[in-house]
């Protein structure tokens, strides 16, 4: 099988295309492509295939979808395993050389290690290679955001890859073969400045001034024309270059391609820099820059004379030209004892090689000239044949004044108004001075949020342990300002020449380079600070091996993969540490408004990045004050607006962490962050990802690694609970109106709710002195969660709910916003008992009052309407209004006797009752007629109700505390009597609510 993406979506068997006539079953297969041999999420599949508009029912639709892809590749020969169904979604599994786009991907990871091991030439074979498999866009003609989303990457990573191929060709001198490339390239993307500059490079290298000319006013004037603007600086100094014919834009002095001809179907062209009468196939072996990594000239550093007696000694990138035996190396002209006028070496009798440094010192003594004129110092060394021709460089003469060496002391200034983190600093000095019986380095990983200060600390702490290190402090950033991670062989070349390391001495492989470092800094006590770590395979490379050694490094997420390495978790600082930070930058605007500076700190959220922008921005404005800064900040559509200011933005912080995500965790993300309270309970992630536990746990433990989210103190029965910060909810939720299909986050939301409303039910029912029958009220068979969440709420039921009752409360208005009237009200009423207990009757009220205004408007079932009167009896009662009680109560009796549900009926009673002794209280010189539950079968008639006979069980779900109390009754009535009505009831049992007895119906003359 061959499954092509990178172009129309295509499938071959054995040669033969296969036809694909569904859309939908085109748009999965697509998705299961890009991500092959990893599990994509249902609620993905669905967003490619229906987008925005998915039915309720697509979850079963999906897998019919699936069943026909199944059936189309069992048709064309695949392996029944090739479309796995798994916990949380679907996967399709193939191997490498079976999808195109992976098979693009391995072929450029070859190129890359061969680039790394010098061999240029099979690198852009390579890549070309890899390019080849292209047959136009990816995923041509399909539709949908995801998929198009994932066409864009890949075509800007086959643009980078172009990009990369064409330097290597660059460099190997193929500027003839590449003009008619870039032409086409151009004419595809004709404002691509980066495409134009390699153009106009190529022209002028092929010998083709004026066309390269005719390429930069073309250019010149598409701008004007479309845009009104002037191509960039660095184009315009190449024009001036070519006018001048400046030499640094000659070739590279790498060996061409042998197989690249010149524009004469030649393999010696006659293209700038090479010499008029110098012999065909020669070269210089002195050399003029070559380009730099975005593809222009390196300009020749400023007052350096032109000419071959000022050019770097030795080959490309500083290695050393070794001819092969019997050839004999001229020196540069005007040097002693010769007059040649210039140094040509054969090409094809030259390599240029990078050496080992364990071979410098005894190839450098092995190797003896064969002429008697002596190499000039510096240049290339005659190797006597039978001698081992390895790499060697030859020291300079006279030293260049950069290879003294220095101690090096790299730290950044700290920052001057650095408040709190005393605690930190404590345990990174515990850390490092612990070096008894410590075999390695110590490594200590501050680990925290975008702007919660990682930096200011680890710098703080490096100017304080710099005494303790007298062989200096190493200090590199690990990420660009584009956060893109920084390759750490550049550092380690960096760190090597801040040790006193001449760049002629550092290999170009890896592996020696990384060998050399370690050399270096064994024997050192060194402070290594690397901040901004993308991973654990870019810091290991870089941390120094001596155990009087210490590196510190900051990274947004607990480099867990460090053996060894001590974590330092940041959070954001407190109120007050946040308030004296204010207070640095102004003074006197926070001692003249202090509660206001409280109030901005903690909009901000106490993250230090935020309140400097904040500050700053006062700063500038000094007519705005603290109060208003407070109430523009108030506003959450448009906080994170405010808090950027030139380079510093806490949006783009977040961004760059939300973009690091996996799929799945950037859906969890977005889904708590839409929340509608900040704190949440570890089992909600498992509906809201619609996945497996573990899927979710795993989800979750990557938000809390990244800052994202902060475990807070665990709950009820050990249950932990998280908290999502204020600022990052805000960003969330952006995110949320871009990335999540509306249909899908409500469908995720009412899972979870469902959720929800289970366990409070079950909690609820296990609350003491049940007033509120709460059965019959769950969530339909099959929404609710698995027994062992069930279970978790059953050993402290009123300490669960004292920790959701913000989340249940909540929950109603957000229901009631999705338009799920059903959820919404029994949400309301499923913790009636524990409000009641607790005397929650603010948060009761709110409730009742948000399922009111849900369930306005609508045909509202009666059962909704019966039990929400129920509620509202009970709260009116506990609230003293007894009056309004016995209303709602009556109401509820009605609606119950109604449907039929005379359980509820006698509860209705039962208010009903209570209320009229608070109206009336007992006469204790009167009789009392017990009436609601009795413990022989009792019947009413006309507006009277049935009640059936008394249980434990019964007589709970009826609202009768689970231990009674017989009322008081003269000795001189009777043990039985008949009331007015068809009742018959015995003496000797009385329902009791909540300590009350009761309940005779007032209304009723006699009792009832």
């Not at 949380?88 to 050389?97: E, F, I």
Request: glycine share 10%; with cysteine; net charge neutral.
């Amino acid at each position: 099988m061959r499954y092509r993406i990178l172009g129309p979506l295509a499938i071959e068997a054995a040669g033969v295309p296969l036809r694909i006539r569904s859309a939908r079953v085109s748009a999965l297969l697509a998705t299961l492509l890009l991500e092959a041999n990893r599990t994509v999420p249902t609620d993905r599949l669905i967003e490619a295939v229906w987008e925005w508009h998915a039915p309720p029912t697509a979850r079963s639709q999906l897998t019919i979808v699936v069943s026909q892809l199944r059936r189309l590749l069992a048709r064309a020969g695949a392996p029944p395993t090739t479309v796995l169904t798994e916990t949380a979604g679907y996967r399709l599994t193939a191997s490498t050389h079976e999808i195109d786009a992976l098979l693009f991907e391995q072929w450029v990871g070859d190129a890359e290690r061969a680039m790394a091991d010098g061999a240029l030439a099979d690198a852009a074979e390579g890549l070309r290679a890899a390019l080849d498999l292209w047959r136009g866009p990816a995923l041509t003609g399909m539709d949908g955001q995801v998929i198009q989303t994932a066409a864009t990457l890949l075509a800007e990573r086959r643009a980078a890859v172009q990009s990369r191929r064409i330097e290597l060709d660059f460099a190997l001198g193929r500027h003839d073969c590449l003009v008619t490339e870039l032409v086409g390239l151009v004419s595809a993307d004709p404002f691509n400045e980066r495409l134009r500059t390699d153009l106009i490079i190529a022209l002028y290298r092929s010998g083709r001034v004026t066309h390269a000319l005719d390429a930069f006013g073309e250019f010149r004037r598409r701008l004007a024309d479309e845009f009104g603007i002037e191509p960039s600086p660095q184009l315009v100094a190449l024009h001036r270059q070519i006018l001048n014919r400046d030499p640094v834009l000659d070739p590279p002095l790498g060996p061409a391609s042998p197989t690249s001809p010149g524009p004469t179907g030649r393999n010696e062209p006659d293209r700038p820099g090479r010499r008029p009468g110098g012999p065909p196939g020669h070269r210089r072996t002195g050399g003029l820059p070559g380009r730099r990594p975005d593809g222009m000239p390196r300009r020749r550093p400023a007052g350096q004379p032109r000419g071959p007696a000022h050019r770097r000694p030795g080959g490309r990138n500083g290695t050393a030209v070794l001819p092969c035996p019997g050839w004999v190396g001229l020196a540069e002209p005007g040097a002693p004892g010769t007059g040649a006028p210039e140094h040509w070496v054969s090409e094809e009798s030259t390599r240029t090689v990078t050496p080992g440094p364990e071979r410098i010192s005894s190839l450098a003594a092995e190797a003896r000239p064969t002429s008697a004129v002596a190499p000039a110092a510096g240049r290339a060394a005659v190797v006597p044949s039978g001698i081992d021709t390895a790499p060697v460089h030859l020291p300079a003469t006279p030293a260049d004044p950069r290879d003294v060496p220095v101690t090096p002391r790299q730290l950044p200034p700290a920052v001057a108004d650095f408040v709190g983190r005393e605690a930190e600093l404590a345990r990174i000095r515990r850390v490092v001075d612990a070096r008894t019986g410590r075999p390695g380095p110590a490594v200590v990983v501050v680990a925290g949020l975008a702007g919660v200060g990682k930096t200011a600390l680890a710098v703080r702490s490096g100017w304080q342990l710099g005494a303790d290190h007298p062989d200096g402090c190493l200090y590199a950033e690990l990420t660009d300002r584009q956060d893109v991670p920084v390759d750490p062989h550049e550092v380690l070349g960096a760190f090597l020449r801040a040790l006193g390391v001449p760049d002629r001495s550092i290999p170009a492989n890896r592996t020696e380079r990384c060998a050399l470092y370690r050399s270096v800094v064994a024997e050192r006590r060194l402070l290594v600070v690397l901040d901004g770590a993308a991973d654990e395979d870019q810091v290991r490379p870089l941390l120094p091996t001596g155990p009087a050694s210490a590196a510190l490094i900051t990274a947004r997420r607990p480099l867990t993969g460090l053996d060894g390495a001590q974590l330092v978790a940041l959070d954001v600082l407190p109120v007050d540490s946040a308030v004296r930070l204010l207070t640095g930058m102004l003074p006197e605007r926070v001692a003249d408004d202090v509660p206001a500076a409280h109030r901005v700190a903690q909009l901000c959220d106490g993250l230090p990045l935020a309140i400097r922008v904040t500050g700053s921005r006062l700063a500038a404005r000094a007519e705005r004050s603290l109060a208003q800064s407070a109430e523009r900040l108030a506003d959450g559509t448009r906080r994170l607006d405010r808090l950027a200011e030139g380079g510093r933005d806490v949006r783009r912080g977040l961004a760059t962490t939300y973009q690091r995500l996996a799929p799945a965790t950037a859906t969890l993300f977005r889904r708590l962050g839409s929340l509608p309270v900040a704190e949440f309970p570890g089992w909600l992630v498992v509906p809201l990802l619609d996945a497996d536990r573990s899927t979710a746990e795993l989800a979750l433990t990557e938000l809390v690694d990244a800052g994202l989210v902060h475990p807070g103190p665990a709950g009820s029965a050990g249950a932990v609970r998280y908290r999502m910060p204020e600022l990052i909810r805000l960003y969330a939720q952006e995110r949320v109106a871009l990335d999540d299909p509306p249909p899908l986050r409500a469908t995720a939301f009412r899972r979870a709710y469902w959720w929800l409303l289970e366990l409070t039910l079950r909690a609820d029912e296990r609350v003491p002195g049940q007033g509120f029958p709460t059965g019959d009220l769950g969530p339909p068979e099959g929404f609710g969660p698995p027994a062992e969440v069930l279970r978790a709420v059953d050993d402290d039921p009123v300490g669960w709910l004292t920790a959701e009752r913000r989340l249940v409360a909540a929950a109603v208005a957000h229901t009631a916003t999705l338009g799920d009237t059903e959820l919404a009200w029994r949400l309301a009423v499923a913790p009636t008992n524990f409000l009641q207990l607790r005397g929650y009757l603010d948060d009761w009220q709110r409730a009742l009052d948000q399922a009111g205004t849900a369930l306005r408007g609508r045909s509202a079932p009666a059962r909704a309407e019966a039990v929400l009167a129920l509620s509202s009896a009970l709260l009116l009662l506990s609230r003293g209004e007894v009056t309004e009680a016995w209303t709602a109560a009556r109401t509820g009796r009605r609606l119950f006797r109604e449907l039929g549900d005379p359980q509820r009926v006698a509860s209705c009673a039962t208010v009903q009752w209570m209320a009229t002794r608070r109206m009336h209280p007992l006469d204790p010189e009167g009789p009392v007629n017990p009436v609601g539950i009795t413990q022989n079968a009792a019947r009413r008639t006309g507006d009277d109700v049935g009640v059936p006979p008394t249980s434990s069980g019964a007589a709970r779900r009826a609202g009768i505390a689970r231990r009674a109390t017989p009322a008081p009754r003269p000795a001189e009535h009777p043990a039985q009597f008949t009331s007015h009505g068809s009742v018959h009831r015995t003496p000797e049992v009385v329902a009791v609510v909540a300590g009350q007895v009761g309940p005779p119906d007032p209304v009723r003359p006699g009792g009832e």
